[in-house]
């Protein structure tokens, strides 16, 4: 059983369009992320939820709407898509927001292109 | 606010040369550090973890120290394989957790 899971893998798309990444995690964690990693691999916070309610809010356009329907989801939906947004998109979760020794668990990443 | 900053890369190293690779972080209080492990096309892995200060933390042959004085978590390893090539992010959790650059490390055979 994959812990954290994202669909799509892959996703491509055209200028403008509205796209979702889903994001499910099975480990029971309170608290989900989601990061932009760019092509040279500097991976950015973008934002962070705990028990379904947003803790971070990074400096991120509002064409980036996170939604969590409940603890094991965390769906980052993008509206008017632009070619800036392409990068590779994980959602990650960790039992508690912070904590000693607490560690992050990783997707395996959403590969967004926008042509 | 806090942040982590690591050695830019690329690194190169033929087979069996020590690694170290730097990480200095800024932060209130006492974070826990960690070094994730990126293979191509995956996702990272966590590689090792410290949650106070003067633990080492170590896993397949790679270590790194906490050290509160240098603000420092260094990572490294003795003798490296072409297997470890990959890219390395420093990390911290205080109540988030913030990741470095990452630094894109090719071991030669």
């Known amino acids: 059983d994959t812990a954290v899971s994202q669909t799509p893998k892959y996703l491509v798309t055209q200028m403008g369009n509205d796209k979702s990444i889903k994001c499910e995690q099975n480990l029971g964690h309170d608290t989900m992320y989601w990061y932009k990693q760019d092509s040279k691999k500097f991976l950015k916070i973008m934002f962070s939820?705990?028990?379904?309610?947003?803790?971070i809010n990074e400096t991120v356009p509002n064409r980036f709407s996170p939604k969590s329907p409940d603890k094991a989801h965390l769906n980052l939906h993008i509206n008017s898509l632009e070619l800036g947004d392409s990068a590779v998109y994980f959602c990650?979760?960790?039992?508690?927001?912070?904590?000693?020794?607490?560690?992050?668990?990783f997707g395996q990443g959403t590969r967004l292109t926008v042509v | 606010g806090d942040s982590v900053t690591q050695m830019e890369g690329p690194v190169t190293l033929s087979e069996e040369a020590f690694l170290t690779i730097n990480c200095t972080y800024t932060a209130t209080g006492y974070p826990s550090l960690f070094w994730y492990v990126q293979y191509p096309g995956e996702g990272l892995q966590l590689l090792l973890k410290a949650t106070k200060a003067d633990d080492k933390g170590s896993n397949k042959g790679f270590e790194a120290t906490y050290r509160k004085e240098t603000t420092s978590f260094h990572l490294e390893k003795g003798s490296v394989q072409v297997s470890d090539s990959a890219v390395y992010f420093c990390?911290?959790?205080?109540?988030?957790?913030?990741f470095g650059a990452g630094t894109r490390l090719t071991v030669k055979p």
């Open positions: 939820y705990n028990n379904k309610e947003l803790i």
């Open positions: 990390a911290l959790n205080n109540n988030d957790m913030r």
């Open positions: 990650a979760s960790s039992p508690q927001l912070g904590g000693a020794g607490t560690e992050a668990f």
